[in-house]
């Protein structure tokens, strides 16, 4: 996974994603990550799916 790739938030802010050490298992395609947003009162926002194909 691409170390400065940026996800934007719903409200047109940046946050930086970093997943390392992630690597396909055999014949995988592609794999599914969905992401939260953790709030001040530790409350979870709603996740985005994001598909990333190796």
Same mark, same amino acid.
């Given at each position: 996974?691409n170390?400065?790739?940026?996800?934007?938030?719903?409200?047109?802010? #940046?946050?930086a994603?970093f %997943?390392? /050490?992630?690597?396909?298992e055999?014949?995988?395609?592609? $794999? #599914?990550f969905?992401?939260? %947003?953790? /709030?001040e009162?530790?409350?979870?926002?709603?996740?985005v $799916?994001v598909?990333?194909?190796?």
């Amino acid at each position: 996974m691409n170390p400065g790739r940026t996800v934007p938030s719903a409200r047109g802010c #940046r946050r930086a994603l970093f %997943a390392g /050490g992630l690597e396909d298992e055999q014949g995988e395609q592609a $794999t #599914r990550f969905e992401p939260r %947003a953790t /709030g001040e009162l530790y409350t979870a926002s709603a996740p985005v $799916t994001v598909t990333y194909a190796w």
